[in-house]
């Protein structure tokens, strides 16, 4: 890791992810359920600045409104600083200034980013020397998406989603994502897709318990082909999401009509990322969604995860 600034702080960035393929399972007696996702880090990032302190403590600033976010032990960040402290018997605290770009319960693992950068911050800020396994430990504890979030590129995750194994991507993927101005409840979503398939399961049937990343997924990341990928990518819990937030199926008509490859909802939502085949496609479409007023960001992927960048 990086050495302390002149400060005696410890910056560092993390970016928010996509599902590019998102199955779920049947829900299991706990209310849980289990995964397979592709997920793919995109060049939408969290910077997360740590500074030495007595306590734990966290602030909010960026283009992202943060101020509804909790600033007590209820906050992820804080949940990994404290942890990692715990794990290491660190005595010492942190103070912690986050500036939001990745949007608040919008499918994109913000949340997760900026707990995946409070672990490689404070080990570096406190000087743990912790390997990648040990934060990894630290994460899978967290919440699902905390384990890729400190990974980053693209991996598939099963079971909750934290069961990681590398995969293969080639080349750069240009996506489009769609924000929007409000949040949608993963518990809720959830909630909603098991209602959905328990409406219509004479038609659907049951979802299988333990689901698999298609192979054509696997095969379009590792060709680096945005139209295969285009093609096998799918979530879920896009049925659920537009339910909830109809006014989203208007987003994802709009974009395919502006030159998407394909759209899909990223996550449990809102936000819908869209698939173009090169960098002036995907500023075409950026364009057509703001004079929509959608507001619309560019981002590539896959990128790496969180790193010391001061």
């Not at 060049?43 to 101020?67: D, I, Q």
């Not at 750069?172 to 909630?191: E, G, R």
């Amino acid at each position: 890791m990086s050495a302390l600034n002149r400060d005696g702080a410890v910056q560092v960035r993390a970016p928010g992810k996509l599902n590019v393929f998102f199955a779920v399972g049947e829900v299991m007696d706990d209310g849980y359920h289990d995964v397979a996702s592709a997920y793919q880090a995109v060049s939408l990032y969290e910077e997360v600045r740590a500074e030495p302190a007595t306590g734990f403590s966290v602030a909010f600033t960026g283009p992202v409104n943060g101020s509804a976010l909790p600033l007590d032990s209820e906050n992820l960040a804080i949940r990994a600083a404290r942890a990692l402290a715990r794990k290491f018997d660190y005595e010492g605290g942190v103070h912690l200034d986050i500036e939001k770009h990745v949007p608040i319960a919008g499918g994109m693992g913000g949340g997760s980013a900026d707990a995946a950068a409070t672990l490689v911050a404070c080990d570096a800020l406190w000087g743990l020397g912790a390997t990648r396994d040990e934060l990894h430990e630290v994460a899978v504890r967290l919440g699902a998406d905390v384990p890729f979030a400190l990974t980053g590129g693209t991996a598939i995750g099963t079971g909750r989603g934290d069961k990681l194994s590398p995969a293969l991507a080639t080349g750069t993927f240009h996506w489009v994502l769609a924000l929007a101005d409000f949040p949608l409840s993963t518990p809720q979503v959830y909630a909603e897709l098991d209602a959905h398939r328990a409406r219509h399961k004479v038609d659907i049937g049951m979802p299988p318990v333990h689901p698999q990343v298609s192979t054509e997924v696997l095969q379009a990341l590792r060709a680096g082909d945005a139209e295969m990928l285009a093609e096998a990518m799918g979530n879920d819990l896009q049925v659920a999401a537009l339910h909830l937030a109809p006014q989203l199926a208007a987003v994802l008509e709009l974009g395919e009509k502006n030159g998407a490859l394909g759209g899909m909802v990223t996550g449990s939502g809102p936000t819908i990322a869209f698939l173009a085949a090169d960098p002036d496609t995907a500023l075409e479409l950026q364009v057509a969604l703001s004079a929509s007023r959608v507001e619309a960001v560019h981002v590539t992927g896959p990128v790496h995860g969180p790193r010391v960048t001061l």
